[in-house]
């Protein structure tokens, strides 16, 4: 129904946003792991939207990007991930870590989202391996995670390339790398960690 609104924030919860477009509010379900993509309260912004029709309910979900809606298409095509599941999933992955899991048939990664469990997860991998785009998949993953931290980071680095060491490919490592990062920032700061403790950490997401 809307490809997207173009308009003024007017209200923001934490999985939710009211949109306004002349005079008219638009209530938009969002993803709450990624809702500070979007502006503040009284500022400008476009978003790009999902209408789903219901018996009982018509709602608008939005994305910051038209990445993220396209994915999320995908998930929700995908028997067992509803809207909510949907908006789960890139509430606690980002776009190159699904596309990552998927082409790479890591259910675990997919699983850490809530409410997912490992059929569902490899119900989606199984549907969509062949729908991901497998170019643009590798640019993501070079960018989000080779230039941002890999080359910025010289601990990060070592650690990479202990794992490709290990028998990982590169690939592998920079994406287990750079969740390991995440985690560690969200604790107490990557920048207070070895290489040893990001290897340590990466390990897991094997």
Not at 30 to 51: A, D, N
Not at 84 to 109: C, F, H, N, Q, W
Not at 158 to 170: C, K, R, V
Request: charged share 25%; proline share 3%; with cysteine.
């Amino acid at each position: 129904m809307y490809a997207y609104l173009n308009g003024i924030i007017a209200w923001k919860t934490a999985d939710r946003i009211v949109v306004e477009v002349s005079g008219v509010g638009y209530n938009v379900y969002v993803s709450p792991g990624r809702i500070y993509e979007f502006p503040e309260c009284g500022e400008e912004v476009k978003v790009y939207t999902y209408t789903s029709v219901r018996e009982d309910a018509v709602s608008l979900y939005g994305f910051a990007t038209p990445e993220e809606l396209e994915l999320f298409k995908l998930l929700i095509s995908v028997s067992g991930i509803g809207p909510k599941g949907g908006l789960a999933m890139l509430s606690v992955m980002g776009v190159e870590d699904i596309r990552y899991a998927i082409m790479t048939g890591d259910a675990k990664l997919l699983s850490k989202a809530p409410g997912v469990g490992k059929k569902t997860a490899e119900r989606v991998i199984i549907d969509l391996k062949d729908k991901i785009n497998t170019q643009d998949f590798e640019v993501s993953i070079t960018e989000s995670v080779s230039e941002k931290a890999l080359k910025e980071d010289p601990k990060a680095r070592d650690a990479a390339d202990a794992l490709i060491a290990l028998g990982y490919s590169a690939r592998e490592a920079e994406h287990a790398v750079g969740q390991a990062l995440k985690e560690l920032e969200a604790h107490n700061g990557e920048d207070a960690a070895h290489s040893d403790q990001i290897l340590k950490l990466a390990l897991k997401y094997f």
